[in-house]
């Protein structure tokens, strides 16, 4: 196990993280405000607002897979129980049987390619769906979607695998203002590349350590089992993707809870045999000689404009932040040490989306660093 030391040393030495980064996921990570731009730029031009002129429909259906899928569900926690439009997420290569005229279909992937993402486009063409599609600029899923006149948002092949989430966020925010279904103000596209900058200032590799959230997190889960609580349904959309970039680029195991449907396991978790004991020291200059193992250590993700968003009034606790801090209590009863994802500053100042952003952000350049000072990307690539 690499030590928080040696850690730190690497964290901070930009030319060990280079050396240590062939694909560029550091750089990637950093410009996301910037792809947010561009992605609008290029659904301007695509002309998606000539789906929303043929008013409401029935329902979303989106066929998207990794990325493409947390951006869809991202959308869907965003509209709420309360939205006068189902968002339904499949996978593909197959349509839901019931999908039809009154249905918009979205096909959302990084790549626009493969029998997932160009099967479906065929067959919400030969259904007479509206069809959207969002993936590289030269895809099969471009032609699918020409052949059908259908508005297709191309992506840059310069984007990188695994940070590509707001290339395929972007056009559903912006098809979802169009149809009317949230406010122009909460999917403020340019307040959310600002927010994704200001992270990149903050998390970027030029910060040290004992300054940079993102590489101070990253200290924090070098040796730990991290237990994710989530509040509400956006935060649980966001623990999904904490969950899967920390899981794919660092190797790491996590375990994800969402509150307050789930606070039950979560505290049985906290208090379970995986906790740290009486006694034990959970310091960071610990001496971890006598370590056995990795450590429990509890990540929580906030979403406090959640409100009536959480089904208030039909559980017991009624609301996601009372089970959040049911949860909390728990892990300070049983020693878990706990870290608050994107809670450096004044979290309060900004809107639900921008708050994500934030959360999204620090968490991906936590990864990636998580990834780099276990030199995970070279032991992959060899």
Partial sequence: MTSPELAEEVLDDLEVLRARDPRGLLPAVAGAGAQVRETARLTEEAGLERVAEGGRPRGLVIVARREGAVAASVLRALLGPTSPVTVDVVPGPDLPVWTGPTDITVVATRTGAGRYAVAPAYEAARRGV?????????????????????????????????????????????????????????????????????VARECGPAQESFVNPAKTL????????????????????????????LETLAGLPVTTFRLPDQRVAARAVLS????????????????????????????????????????????????????????????????????????????????????????????????????????QERALRA
């Fill in 272 to 375: 379970g045999p995986l906790a740290a004991r009486d006694g034990d020291d959970d310091g960071f200059f610990r001496d971890r000689a006598e370590d056995s193992g990795r450590r429990l250590r509890l990540l929580t993700i906030r979403d406090t404009d959640g409100g009536d968003h959480d089904g208030h009034g039909e559980r017991e606790p009624r609301s996601a932040a009372e089970a959040m801090h049911e949860v909390l209590s728990t892990a300070a009863t049983a020693n878990v040490p706990v870290s608050g994802l994107a809670e450096h500053g004044d979290p309060e100042r900004h809107g639900r989306m921008c708050q994500l952003a934030r959360q999204l952000a620090v968490a991906d350049f936590s990864a990636v660093y998580l990834a780099l000072a276990l030199d």
């Fill in 130 to 198: 509206t069809l959207v599609g969002i993936g590289a600029e030269d895809a099969p899923l471009r032609a699918a979607c020409s052949t059908a006149r259908a508005p297709y948002v191309p992506l840059p092949r310069s984007r990188v695998r695994h940070t590509t989430l707001w290339s395929l966020l972007t056009p559903l925010l912006k098809l979802a203002t169009d149809l009317g279904l949230v406010s122009a103000q909460t999917a403020d596209l340019a307040a959310i590349a600002d927010a994704l900058d200001e």
């Fill in 218 to 245: 990253a200290l924090e889960l070098l040796d730990a089992l991290p237990v994710i609580a989530a509040e509400g349904p956006l935060a649980g959309a966001a623990a999904t993707r904490v969950a899967d970039q």
